[in-house]
């Protein structure tokens, strides 16, 4: 391996001189021809920077701790992963995941573990939005938050802008020409159901259309959702869905068969998640807005690492990605989702 030692003897300049050049400290300090030799020289003699040698000098050790609960086994969901490995490896980071499965007894035991590494911050990232109960081993540590939010709003979060999905997803069905438009939700006080919600009812809203609570069907998965949907027609006959999510998005598909209904013609359909198996695999291919995964893990380790280093990343040029990734100046991002179009909604009359 090539020393900065043999570079400076080989220039025959001093040590401290190659160190501030190749730290990338010698503005003002050394001067441009003097750089650019010491630059040269690096390639051509193939200086590579050993990092356990500027962990001791800085006292960071360019690892970034990624919790996950449930997110490293949720197929679609482990995209976060992906997005904050490539973001931190722009910055010369590496990434070190652990699963906590929402153990509480594992996850204290893996903070302690990536503490023992000597991490510079941690990304903590749960499987769906929700308020994330923190942990107080994680107080006192460089923290952001992926598809979470803080309860005390003082820890920078993304998430995606749900509520603007829901308002999306209604207005393309309300563009294909639907005026009795269903909404599919879930159970339980989820955050993306009660935002979703408030987005339907803003895109009706807006259209002049009456909000009807007879035609909201919030269930769970098996019988009990094949009757509430099958209820629904029933007594709405809808002519446009929007479903909480792709899964739910199948038992209207199921009652449209059992009908005798065409979906994209006779009825619409637009779901959320852009499931890698359903929204290509059902007949015609849903319609969905995609959540944005990897960009919910691009933004959060760009965030952690402009805390870290204390560096203003506000002009980051940032991939292009479906959905745009927000600046990582911001402390609570909020991601508008794309729209996939397939076939399971009317073309635009």
């Not at 590494?117 to 994680?138: E, H, K, T, W």
């Not at 038992?251 to 929204?279: C, K, P």
């Not at 990734?325 to 991002?333: H, V």
């Amino acid at each position: 391996m090539v020393t900065m030692q043999e570079m400076a003897d080989r220039l025959g300049i001093s040590k401290s001189t190659v160190s501030l050049v190749l730290t990338s400290k010698d503005s003002g300090r050394v001067s441009p021809a003097v750089a650019d030799r010491v630059r040269r020289c690096a390639r051509d003699m193939g200086y590579v920077p050993n990092p356990l040698a500027s962990s001791l000098r800085t006292n960071r050790t360019h690892i970034i701790g990624f919790i996950s609960e449930q997110v490293a086994t949720t197929p679609f969901a482990g995209r976060v992963i992906l997005g904050a490995q490539e973001a931190a490896r722009r910055f010369d980071y590496i990434l070190m995941t652990v699963n906590t499965n929402g153990d509480d007894g594992l996850r204290e035991s893996e903070i302690g573990a990536l503490k023992k590494y000597g991490v510079d911050g941690f990304i903590y990232s749960c499987m769906y939005n929700q308020s994330a109960r923190l942990p107080a081993s994680l107080a006192d540590q460089p923290l952001v938050l992926a598809d979470a939010t803080d309860a005390t709003g003082r820890v920078p979060s993304v998430v995606p802008d749900e509520r603007r999905i829901g308002l999306d997803g209604t207005r393309r069905l309300i563009q294909a020409g639907c005026r009795n438009i269903a909404f599919i939700g879930s159970h339980g006080p989820m955050r993306a159901q009660r935002a979703r919600l408030s987005g339907y009812r803003q895109a009706l809203k807006e259209a002049g259309m009456e909000y009807d609570p007879g035609l909201v069907a919030n269930v769970h998965m098996g019988h009990e959702a094949m009757d509430k949907v099958a209820d629904l027609f029933e007594r709405r006959s809808p002519d446009g869905c929007f479903c909480f999510n792709d899964a739910r998005a199948w038992y209207v598909y199921n009652e449209a068969a059992r009908r005798g209904l065409t979906i994209g013609r006779d009825i619409s359909l637009v779901g959320v998640d852009n499931h890698q198996v359903l929204a290509e695999m059902l007949v015609p291919s849903l319609t969905t807005i995609e959540l944005p995964h990897y960009e919910m893990g691009y933004w959060a380790a760009c965030k952690l690492v402009s805390m870290i280093e204390q560096r203003d990343l506000s002009h980051l040029a940032l991939p292009r990605t479906p959905a745009t990734i927000p600046s990582p100046r911001l402390t609570d991002a909020r991601i508008h989702c794309h729209l996939v179009e397939k076939e399971s909604v009317r073309a635009i009359p």
